[in-house]
């Protein structure tokens, strides 16, 4: 049974900084490209972040560019999403995803881990 399963979400003050992550299980890692959505009250999930199978390529929501990192780590089964420079437009419900073939997108996507809230605060 596959599970993604996010953590590090919170509370945090404009221009603060959190990393979150998300543990995945019973599929082949190196196969999947991972990647973060988010989605607040009354609108569409959105995308936000993906990185390659192998690590090597990532790609980022205009809105992220230059404050997210997105990284994995094969040995843990793990991918990260690291925000620095926050704003309160950030918060929003984070969901980790894994998609087997082609690129990762709403549509794509295989498996969905349950979300992690982040709120940032002005």
């Known amino acids: 049974q596959v599970q993604l399963v996010e953590s590090g979400g919170g509370l945090v003050q404009a221009g603060g900084s959190l990393r979150l992550s998300c543990a995945a299980s019973?599929?082949?890692?190196?196969?999947?490209?991972m990647g973060w959505f988010r989605q607040t009250p009354g609108k569409e999930r959105e995308f936000v972040a993906a990185?390659?199978?192998?690590?090597?390529?990532?790609n980022y929501a205009d809105s992220v560019k230059g404050r997210f990192t997105i990284s994995r780590d094969s040995a843990k089964t793990t991918v990260y999403l690291q925000m620095n420079s926050l704003k309160p437009e950030d918060t929003a419900v984070y969901y980790c995803?894994?998609?087997?073939?082609?690129?990762?997108?709403?549509?794509?996507?295989?498996?969905w881990g349950q979300g992690t809230q982040v709120t940032v605060s002005s």
């Open positions: 995803a894994a998609a087997r073939y082609g690129s990762i997108t709403m549509t794509t996507a295989d498996y």
């Open positions: 019973g599929l082949t890692f190196s196969t999947y490209v």
């Open positions: 990185v390659s199978r192998g690590g090597a390529s990532t």
